[in-house]
């Protein structure tokens, strides 16, 4: 019960930030394409590689932690259907390319974020 309630709690503040990061992209970048949501899932999965790491030691609460951090707030803070939708909508208006652009280039960089945060970790910590 405890981790359902951090992962609720978590997801809606996830969720916030990942409204405040959007908001701020878009009010700075020219562009109205989908940097808002590139931005959040870039550094939600730099932070998921970070806890990630963190989380992998044994120590008291860390399933909960696990459940509040990794499920709740970066689940809420990432989102992968504003990716799939932003994805559709650029192929639907005929930007086909810049599409695939969004699509390969958000792969290829949650995942390097994801990976560098978890050797920023063992690097900075020594874990």
């Known amino acids: 019960m405890l981790n359902g309630l951090l992962v609720f709690v978590g ?11 959007s908001a701020a ?5 020219a562009s109205r394409a989908a ?10 999965c730099l932070l998921a590689g ?6 992998a030691g044994s120590f008291p609460m860390r399933d909960a ?5 990794l ?6 803070f990432t989102t992968f259907s504003a ?7 650029l192929s639907d208006s005929g930007r086909g390319w810049l599409a695939l652009a969004y699509i390969v280039g958000t792969n290829i960089t949650c ?11 063992r690097r900075l910590i020594g874990g």
């Open 11 to 21: 997801a809606g503040l996830g969720g916030l930030a990942r409204y405040a990061l």
């Open 25 to 29: 992209v878009a009010g700075s970048v």
């Open 35 to 44: 940097w808002g949501t590139l931005a959040a899932n870039i550094l939600g």
């Open 50 to 55: 970070i806890v990630g790491a963190w989380l």
């Open 65 to 69: 932690l696990r459940s509040a951090i």
């Open 71 to 76: 499920v709740g707030l970066l689940g809420g």
């Open 83 to 89: 990716f799939a939708r932003e994805a559709t909508t």
């Open 111 to 121: 995942l390097a974020a994801a990976w560098g945060g978890a050797i920023l970790y």
